[in-house]
């Protein structure tokens, strides 16, 4: 039985927009965040309710852009529970200006968001020499970076996975892969491409655990296969709450049910054990 959950993939937002205005990526507010927001104390009490230790909060980048203000201050208030995604600008020259500052409130990692429920995928800023900076950076202080793509910028990602190799790169919702014709995955396989680049993650989340139940896909031949050419070390749970509908505790539950056909083992490093390696303040 996994004694301990970690969660890699919640988000908060606050009710007081004079302290932390909106300030959207692409200009739109998502629509999570407008009907369902949920603030610090009320992830720590879903957390608490779903039997969630620990959490790695990801900028709302769809409400705050790259003002982490609110993400940091909570990381303050509530530093046994929680560490930090941030979000920067990674083509503009004082980004990692900004990553430092960033960091010194307690930001434990970096995201890049390149599209989403706002706004359609452009990975052309994936690979922008502008960036380098901030990848060479990150690399040197030892943090994790998330990439929010699907698999239009998988090439992207494995170009820089090769060039940054010092970083941990982690897909949010596994690259959004298309597993709908069923084993042996053969939609999915620029995901499993990605296999060499060993500094590649990757999150489990609602969205996945959704697919595996659609057309020919299934949890039982979706996420063996998926372990067989990753491993379990580099795959970590996400409950993308409460951006993904439902309660945290039910989207555990959905995810624990989808896993069960893996081994316990397996199951320690999805729900704890490689979020600590990629946010080592959760340990």
């Not at 960091?103 to 690979?127: C, H, I, K, Q, Y």
Request: aromatic share 10%; glycine share 8%; with cysteine.
């Amino acid at each position: 039985m996994v004694a301990r959950f970690i969660d890699i993939h919640p988000h908060i937002c606050s009710p007081d927009t004079d302290r932390y205005p909106r300030a959207p990526l692409f200009g739109k507010q998502s629509d999570w965040s407008k009907d369902r927001p949920v603030t610090a104390e009320g992830l720590i009490a879903a957390m608490d309710e779903a039997g969630v230790d620990k959490t790695a909060i990801v900028q709302a980048s769809t409400c705050y852009g790259y003002d982490n203000s609110y993400l940091c201050d909570s990381i303050a208030r509530f530093s046994n529970r929680f560490t930090a995604v941030g979000s920067v600008d990674v083509l503009q020259p004082d980004a990692p200006k900004m990553i430092r500052h960033w960091v010194e409130r307690g930001t434990n990692g970096f995201r890049l968001f390149t599209g989403g429920s706002t706004a359609a995928f452009d990975p052309s800023t994936l690979d922008d020499p502008r960036s380098f900076p901030s990848w060479q950076l990150i690399g040197e202080l030892g943090l994790s970076m998330c990439i929010q793509t699907d698999p239009v910028g998988l090439a992207q990602v494995a170009g820089l996975a090769k060039r940054f190799p010092k970083v941990r790169i982690v897909l949010d919702h596994l690259g959004r892969p298309d597993v709908t014709d069923g084993a042996p995955y053969k939609k999915a396989s620029s995901l499993f491409g990605l296999a060499p680049f060993e500094n590649i993650y990757f999150k489990l989340t609602p969205r996945i655990f959704g697919d595996v139940r659609k057309e020919k896909a299934s949890a039982e031949t979706f996420f063996p296969r998926l372990i067989e050419v990753f491993g379990a070390n580099r795959l970590a749970w996400g409950s993308n709450f409460p951006a993904s509908e439902g309660k945290l505790s039910g989207n555990l539950e959905v995810a624990k049910k989808c896993l069960a056909s893996v081994s316990e083992q397996d199951r320690e490093w999805i729900f704890a054990k490689t979020a600590q390696v990629l946010y080592p303040s959760l340990a």
